[in-house]
Every structure is written in C-alpha cells, then in structure tokens.
C-alpha cells in the first residue's frame, strides 16, 4: 500500500510541475513582443512584394477592424471596408520603396492576450518609376492574441501637427510648452 500512494504522490507531482507553468499564464514575454512586432512588420513590408494575403493576416478579418488612415475619408470599420479600400495599392505603377520604424514600443496585457504599440514609422513608395517619396507618421495600434495569432483590431496613423503646419504654433492656442 505504500508504494501505491508513493508512485501516485509522484505521479501526482510530476503532472503538477509540467501543467502548473501552462495554467499560471506563464509565458515568454520576450517572444511574445518578437510575434508582435514581426506582425507589425508584415502588416508594412507586405507591400514590397504586394503580398496582399500577408497583409490580411495581420489584421482581424471581423467588422471589429478599426482604423484612423492620414485622411478622415479613409477611416476604416471592419475588414470587408479595408479590403475594398486596399484596392489602390494593386496598381502596378506604385512600388515599395522601403520603410523603417524609429522608436517602436509594444505593451503586452498582463492577461497576454493584448498587445499595444507606438513607432514612427517612414514609409516609402514610387510611383510610374519617380524619384522614391517618404512619409513619416506617427504609427499606433492594438492586437488581440486570436486562436494563438496575433492580429491588429485597431490602428492609428497620424502625422504630427508640425510636419503638417510648420506655423501651426503660432495659429494654435495652445503651442508647445504652455499650459
């Protein structure tokens, strides 16, 4: 009888040990900011190669997708609207020409089932084969880990009032530095 109860005791804990990490939401916070930022990443470089089935990997594929674009024409809601919006970007004299993010910063939930960012992004494209034209905005959204993939459900690209309005300061009632 008891070498029954100790091969059980030690059965016992060896399922403990391997299934306690898994349950306690114990996670590689390391890899899980790598998964998202290769996400962010794709959800950019799909345009080198036009990878339109990249693209739509990134991204909720629900009416959930949300996104403020440089233009209030182009808000989107929900991915069959980004889909039809995205139609442009087939055009086969607009071609990648690069794209790099400065200072990207990715917030994971403490639940790890969320995930938020920051970066500046550059983006640059030609157009019917022109000298190669950047942009920088101001790149922020949210994931949401779906069925172990992580997919952007909301993103925000803005550019910063001074690059629009190099007066804007002065036409502002509330410049930089006052309160």
């Keep these: 009888m008891w070498k029954n109860k100790y091969w059980q005791s030690l059965i016992l804990a060896l399922i403990l040990t391997l299934t306690l990490p898994a349950c306690s939401g114990s996670r590689d916070n390391n890899a899980e900011k790598k998964d998202v930022e290769k996400v962010i990443d ?33 808000t989107i809601r929900g991915f069959e609207e980004f889909k039809k919006y995205s139609e442009d970007w087939r055009d086969p004299d607009l071609k990648y ?3 790099r993010f400065d200072d990207l910063r990715v917030t994971l939930s403490k639940s790890g089932e969320a995930a938020w960012f920051s970066a500046m992004l550059e983006d640059c494209y030609t157009y019917k084969g022109g000298n190669a034209k950047c942009f920088t905005t101001r790149y922020t959204g949210v994931l949401e880990k779906r069925a172990g993939r992580w997919l952007i459900v909301q993103q925000h690209f803005s550019f910063p009032a001074e690059k629009i309005a190099p007066d804007w300061a002065i036409k502002t009632l509330h410049p930089p530095g006052k309160n």
């Design 42 to 74: 794709d959800n950019i470089s799909w345009f080198r190669g036009k990878d339109f089935q990249l693209l739509f990997s990134t991204m909720s594929n629900g009416p959930d997708l949300f996104m403020y674009q440089l233009d209030t024409r182009s």
């Design 97 to 99: 020409a690069g794209h």
